[in-house]
């Protein structure tokens, strides 16, 4: 391309002008490759003036291209015939225009037919012959137009060989900074140059600001875990405790009994609860604690009528996946209610939890809690409202609305609405609650001691956040790793 | 009603109500039968603790027997059947019912099966799948018999009150039920339903301590009232007598009075506070370390999973060419997905792979995250185990890529390239000669090599790739 360019600009210099069409038929050279070298030069500025002119002329149809190719199709099949002549059905199978060259063979008189016994023989006819076609359609494939005579044209394009067209060409001036000297233009800075001084005066080509950079190669966090970290981030903030919740296998007796959830309760079906073959059963519970519970559950005491049935303890040493991290914070308050004399403690989770329900495009057997407790003496629901309020601020929620609600475990029990504005409706964020007495005091904890406690799912707020729609495009084997690729900072805070 | 002793093995206990003179529209109707069913997936736990029956009483003649009598002893034409079928057929019958199927092995392998029959040895029920036809109530019923059978009496007792205070508003003397005597094996009478209400007491002062306002005895008195607990001020000014109807089974506590208190108050006009409750927060050190070495993981060019901490069984034994380790196990798995507790992180990585076989090679992942192990010394008998695992798949098996995340999570772990071995080993899930295990004061602290190539397969996928795993609560 340098050298044609070069070549142009030297043509111009010498002629003053030129135009494509006639100078690509010079220099046996394609139109559109000079047409690629003018535009090429049209780049650099004002060196040349490239007028865009329209004129009649030819090219080739397809078969005109065949035919430029191997001949035309009479002189094919004239060629075709060997010495002793060939069956007539033989030949017309030797190429797929055998048919019409023959025709034409025919009436230009240089085959003839020989038919007797068997099969129709074809002989030529004449010793040879001209393809008066072929150098005229190679003759208009260079673009020599005028050297085409009129007549051929007309009876070409009757016979489909040729197309007129208008072709675009260019008729080229010096332009007002004409040069034969095409500076080369430096695309970047080198060490070289600045040390050597030789960047000054040299032109540097124009950088494409449209185009995007160099991507950059780096790693990338998972988008769920971006915002379990500002959760974490949040609850220290607030200065909550991290409980220890790096166990997936709970005893039935602290993820429901110890939370005064019935033995009976539907939610202890193996509908909803994964229970664990192996182990099946946990070895070690607080003896005495473990009594209390029983007791609690059938016979109520400290103020409740209890149950009333035969709590079993085979059944709260069922091994389980845990359904909830309430679990832990259940044996974090026990653990509190053995330390005299009380002190009180805000402790928060985030991690795993296992459900055995019905699966769907919001729904997984595992997911991520968000869990918050505190507990000290005389909290009110006034107290967990004025938190939730606290802690919801921060994920930039405002406006908050609650409605009762039932949990064996906390009463009372709230849900809490938030207003979302991208979808004008209130939206179920979390669900809260105050412990039940019958759940804390057989812990050993003061009876004035009131324990509040709130949690969300991990996953719904991110599916909101970033608008996903199908839980497995977030968590799990299944993630189209773009997604992780793409993801923004995480900013709760800002919508 | 007569409860006989060959219900105590299937069934033992029993208890019935009457409404007279119910006049049903569409619409009760239509509610009375929804009733019984929410009460039974509720409640009744899928009919498991308690089953209930109504029948029109005036197609059938008291007294009423309640029995359990061998399956082929019991005929009659069920619930919008003409045929008579005995218990055994039945059970067949409905085998193939999607709504009652369920219920059938409540009672199925018994050698007698709960029946309730009238005076003329009129099947009323088959407690618990379903009632006879002839007895059942329409439209037009007038008067209703309603039984509960159970193996919890106190659910039992429960849900006939439930019942009966739910629909007697129906009837031409509303708000009144007709008693059943049951008459127990021993010869004991007593009288269905209960209607228990009972008197609770609770303090006006605590009420308003609990929920976080500051109203007068007599405004709580009337907010209770307005729940419909009948609530009286009594007279030293702060004691409130709650009486608590047979349709509050759930009030067992004063919380549940509380409840109603800021209910009727309204939770949205409750004023907010922020507890003084003072502590310093902390974190738990290995979550603490773990979301460090993921931030270095990434600054290192790989890229974050979040995969299942269940799978399949083969997938942490078979397609990692090993035997199945002590992995917990799933009792009730729906699917293979979740037939154990994984041991390891590697299946997880490899099945994020296998589905974006389309991006750009190689793939560097990574995934800091808890295994599950048997461990007797744990109270429950199996422990979390945090891992670190990193994987490299491209054209090339990158070991030596892999081989550089061990030695950077060293470097930023603080642990002198002269305190860690890289001690090469056999192990049937690596490429024989490219694996190894990494010693810190002679504990094994990771694994790394290049997969086996049968791996790999068994992953679906066609490229080499190499792995690491890093015990991180070993190193923490």
Redesign the interface.
């Known amino acids: 391309m340098a050298e044609l360019k070069e070549r142009l600009l030297q043509i111009l210099d010498e002629k003053g002008s030129f135009d494509t069409l006639t100078l690509a038929a010079e220099l046996g050279v394609f139109h559109q490759k000079v047409v690629g070298g003018v535009k090429s030069l049209q780049i650099e500025e004002n060196v040349i003036n490239a007028e865009a002119l329209s004129k009649k002329g030819w090219e080739l149809t397809d078969e005109g291209k065949e035919v430029a190719k191997e001949g035309s199709h009479e002189a094919r099949v004239f060629h075709a015939i060997p010495e002793g002549g060939i069956a007539q059905d033989e030949l017309m199978k030797a190429f797929a225009t055998a048919k019409i060259g023959f025709s034409k063979a025919m009436s230009s008189g240089w085959l003839e037919i020989k038919k007797g016994e068997g099969k129709p023989l074809v002989r030529r006819k004449v010793e040879s012959i001209d393809d008066t076609v072929q150098p005229v359609l190679k003759r208009i494939e260079a673009m020599s137009f005028d050297e085409v005579s009129d007549k051929d044209k007309q009876e070409f394009k009757k016979r489909k060989l040729i197309n007129e067209v208008a072709m675009t060409y260019y008729h080229v001036t010096k332009g007002s900074n004409f040069t034969t000297q095409l500076n080369k233009q430096e695309t970047d800075l080198t060490a070289e140059m600045i040390a050597s001084g030789s960047w000054k005066g040299v032109p540097f080509k124009g950088y494409n600001f449209n185009a995007l950079g160099a991507p950059p190669p780096c790693g990338h966090l998972h988008p769920l875990l971006k915002v379990r970290a500002e959760f974490r981030q949040i609850f220290l903030e607030m200065g909550f405790t991290e409980m220890h919740t790096n166990n997936y296998i709970e005893s039935s007796f602290w993820n429901f009994d110890a939370l005064f959830q019935p033995q009976q309760h539907p939610a202890r079906d193996a509908h909803d609860t994964f229970f664990v073959s192996e182990p099946a059963n946990c070895l070690v519970l607080p003896d005495d604690y473990v009594k209390k519970v029983g007791e609690m559950h059938s016979h109520g005491g400290h103020g409740s009528q209890g149950y009333s049935y035969d709590w079993k303890l085979d059944e709260a040493k069922k091994n389980i996946l845990r359904t909830h991290t309430t679990a832990v914070s259940a044996r974090m308050l026990y653990r509190l209610a053995q330390e005299k004399p009380f002190k009180p403690a805000k402790y928060f989770s985030i991690d795993r939890v296992f459900r055995n329900e019905a699966l769907d495009a919001t729904h997984l057997a595992e997911f991520h809690q968000i869990e918050g407790v505190i507990a000290d003496r005389n909290l009110t629901l006034g107290h967990l409202i004025g938190m939730l309020y606290a802690f919801f601020k921060k994920l930039g929620i405002h406006k908050l609305r609650f409605k009762p609600a039932y949990n064996p475990y906390t009463e009372p029990s709230m849900e809490v609405f938030s207003y979302h504005e991208g979808l004008k409706k209130w939206v179920e964020i979390g669900n809260s609650g105050v412990f039940r007495p019958e759940m804390l005091l057989p812990m050993g904890l003061p009876e004035d001691v009131r324990v509040i406690a709130w949690g969300l799912s991990l996953e719904r707020p991110t599916m909101i956040k970033y608008g996903i729609d199908n839980i497995r495009e977030l968590v799990g084997h299944k993630i189209n790793l773009k997604v992780v690729y793409d993801n923004p900072i995480c900013r709760l805070e800002t919508d | 009603m007569h409860v006989k002793d060959s219900t105590k093995s299937i069934r033992p206990f029993v208890v019935s109500a009457v409404l007279r003179n119910v006049t049903f529209s569409p619409a009760s109707y239509a509610s009375f039968i929804d009733l019984q069913e929410k009460l039974h ?2 409640v009744c ?2 009919r498991s ?1 308690v089953a209930i029956g109504t029948h029109d009483l005036d197609t059938i003649e008291g007294p009423f027997v309640y029995e359990a009598r061998p399956p082929e002893q019991i005929r009659f034409a069920p619930l919008n059947q003409t045929r008579e079928m005995t218990a055994t057929e039945l059970m067949k019958f409905y085998e193939v019912d999607s709504h009652l199927r369920s219920y059938l092995p409540l009672i199925r392998d018994s050698p007698v099966y709960p029946v309730i029959s009238d005076r003329n040895g009129v099947v009323l029920s088959l407690p618990p799948i379903i009632n006879g036809n002839h007895s059942k109530i329409s439209l037009s019923t007038k008067n209703v018999l309603i039984e509960c059978t159970a193996t ?1 009496r ?2 039992a007792t429960i849900v006939l009150d439930t019942m009966v205070t739910m629909f007697s508003q129906h009837c031409a003397d509303p708000f009144t039920v007709e008693a059943v005597d049951v008459v127990e094996v021993d010869g004991s009478v007593s009288q269905c339903p209960e209607l228990r209400s009972r008197m609770e007491t609770v303090s006006a002062k605590a009420a308003n ?5 500051e109203e007068s005895a007599e405004r709580i008195a009337s907010l209770l009232t307005r729940m419909s607990l009948s609530a009286e001020l009594q007279a030293d000014g702060d004691s409130i007598r709650v009486s608590v109807p047979p349709t509050r089974a759930d ?6 009075v ?2 109603d208190v ?2 009727a108050f309204g ?2 006009s ?15 050190v ?2 603490k370390l773990t ?1 460090k070495l ?2 270095e ?14 799978c399949s069984e083969d997938d942490v034994s078979v397609k990692l060419r090993k035997p199945l380790q002590s ?8 699917t293979c997905d ?1 037939q154990v ?1 994984r041991t390891t992180l590697l299946p ?2 490899l ?2 792979v ?3 076989k389309n ?1 750009a090679m190689p ?2 992942l ?1 995934e800091v995250a ?1 295994v ?1 192990l ?1 461990d ?1 010394g ?7 185990d ?1 891992r670190l695992a990193a994987l490299f798949y491209g054209k090339t098996a990158g070991f030596e890529v892999i081989h550089g995340i061990l030695d950077r999570v060293m470097q930023v772990l603080a642990i002198p390239t002269q305190r860690y071995r890289v001690v090469a080993t056999e192990d049937s899930t690596y490429f024989h000669g490219r694996c190894a295990d990494v010693v810190v004061d002679g504990r094994k602290v990771a694994i790394l090599g290049v997969l086996h190539p049968d791996v790999v397969t068994h992953f679906d996928l066609a490229a080499p790739c190499s792995y690491l795993e890093l015990y991180v609560q070993a190193l923490a």
Do not use: W
């Open positions: 997936q509720n736990r899928k603790l919890d106190n659910k301590s609990h929920v976080g306002i009030v067992l506590h004063a919380c549940d509380y409840e800021a209910i939770f949205n409750i004023a907010k506070k922020i507890p003084e409750t003072n502590c310093i927060g902390e974190q738990f290995l979550n979301d993921r931030l993981l990434a600054m290192a060019g790989f890229t974050e999973v979040l995969t299942f901490a269940l992995a917990a196990r799933i009792a009730n798995p729906k979740f507790a997880g990585l099945k994020t296998s589905s974006n991006m793939l560097q990574f808890d599950v048997l007797s744990e109270d429950v008998g199996a422990r979390n945090r």
